[in-house]
Every structure is written in structure tokens, then in C-alpha cells.
């Protein structure tokens, strides 16, 4: 069972580049949410899934997109990155919204 | 919007002393929960508190939600060097449906 897994694991950018962080869970999880831990800043929520089918902006939306591409798969997108994106992101899910989090492995993003 | 406090931000501790980590809600919690991160890992969910002067314990730790479910707290009997990492409390509030994580508390523990 392998939970939440999460690609790249480490990923280099230059300013202006794109991609798309992966995020898969096996747990038929109905949630799933992308954070990103930055020192001294805890975790702050980017955007979130309730259910297959919706996505909704959490604390700190600007400068990413998401997809819900099956109840499995949420995808984070930097269109354009910055290196104010340079962070540490991590993917979870729960069952249902008031569980805890199971969290991915994390995917550390540098962008110079 | 609903922010949650943590203190301390750091502590150093001599292997055998206890811990204790407190979270502050600015609002009324729905609920609050606990994670722990190791050093260069991820959180891992540790226990969620939902009634209102709530005590749960699991081995050496022991969690506590506030009369008020403002705030909670985490203590450490006895520590141990696998004790180290980050603990982050984690509140939702009533009026919505995700979760605010506090900064968290790096404990260190020093054998």
C-alpha cells in the first residue's frame, strides 16, 4: 500500500520555466490538497479537492493551478515559476474532510 | 482568517526531561489535530481532539483540547532521541473545511 506518492522528488527551475507536481493516492481517499512548508512559515494550504470534480483556493493560490484528473490523481501546476516558489511541497489526502492527513513524501523545488 | 499559534518555536531537551507544546486559536475550533515531522520528512497525523476539554494518551504522550477549544496542547513524558522532529497542531474551524496548521515546535533531544 503505498499511500501517497508524490514526483519529481527534487526538481531544479529556472525563472519562467513550467511544470506540473504529481500527486496519486491508493487509499480512495475523497480529498487531497496541495501545502508548501517554507522555514518558520509552517504549512500553508494552496489549493485543496474536496471530492472528484472540485477544486477550491486555499491560503496562498496565486501563481499555481490544479487538476483533479481522477479521484487518484491531483496535479499542481507552475505556470511560471518564481523564485518566491523555492519550497518544500507536500500533497494529502483523507477519506473524509474533518479525518487527518495522510501526506506524501514531499517534493523539494528550487527555482533560480 | 482563523490563525493558530505555537509555543515555543523551538526546544532542547536532555533525554529523560518532558516537553510540552501549546497551540492558541484566534477562533473557536471544530477540532484540532496533531502531527509530527522527523527531520527532512513529511507530517504524519498523530491524534484528533473534537470534544471540548478533551485528554487522549498514546504511550509517553499525552494530548489535551482546551474547555473552550481555543487552544490544546501536547505533552512528552520522558523523552527519547526518536522523540526528535517537528510537532504542529492543526485547527479547523467550525465555519470551514480545511485545515490551519500552527508553525510547529522543533524539539531536540539531546541524549
Known amino acids: 500500500n503505498a499511500g501517497v506518492t508524490q514526483t519529481p522528488k527534487f526538481q531544479v527551475l529556472k525563472t519562467g520555466q513550467s511544470m506540473t507536481l504529481q500527486c496519486a493516492q491508493d487509499?480512495?481517499?475523497?480529498?487531497m490538497y496541495w501545502y508548501r512548508q517554507d522555514p518558520g512559515m509552517g504549512l500553508r494550504l494552496i489549493y485543496y479537492?474536496?471530492?472528484?470534480?472540485?477544486?477550491d483556493k486555499g491560503e496562498v493560490p496565486n501563481g499555481y493551478n490544479v487538476s483533479r484528473l481522477n479521484k487518484r490523481e491531483f496535479s499542481l501546476r507552475l505556470e511560471s515559476a518564481a523564485p518566491s516558489q523555492t519550497s518544500v511541497y507536500f500533497c494529502?489526502?483523507?477519506?473524509?474532510?474533518?479525518?487527518?492527513?495522510?501526506f506524501g513524501s514531499g517534493t523539494r523545488l528550487t527555482v533560480v | 482568517g482563523q490563525q493558530v499559534m505555537q509555543i515555543p518555536q523551538y526546544q532542547h531537551v536532555q533525554e529523560g526531561e518532558d516537553f510540552t507544546t501549546y497551540c492558541n486559536s484566534s477562533?473557536?475550533?471544530?477540532?484540532i489535530q496533531w502531527y509530527k515531522q522527523r527531520p527532512g520528512g513529511h507530517p504524519v497525523f498523530l491524534i484528533q481532539?473534537?470534544?471540548?476539554?478533551e485528554v487522549k494518551k498514546q504511550k509517553r504522550l499525552t494530548f489535551q483540547f482546551g474547555e473552550a477549544k481555543k487552544n490544546s496542547s501536547l505533552h512528552i513524558t520522558a523523552t527519547q532521541t526518536t522523540d526528535v522532529g517537528t510537532y504542529f497542531c492543526?485547527?479547523?474551524?467550525?465555519?470551514?473545511?480545511?485545515?490551519?496548521f500552527g508553525k510547529g515546535t522543533m524539539l531536540l533531544v539531546s541524549p
Open positions: 494529502a489526502s483523507n477519506l473524509h474532510q474533518e479525518d487527518g492527513y495522510t
Open positions: 487509499m480512495n481517499h475523497n480529498s
Open positions: 479537492s474536496a471530492s472528484e470534480g472540485t477544486t
Open positions: 477562533t473557536t475550533l471544530s477540532n
Open positions: 481532539l473534537v470534544k471540548s476539554g
Open positions: 492543526a485547527g479547523r474551524d467550525s465555519g470551514y473545511s480545511t485545515l490551519t
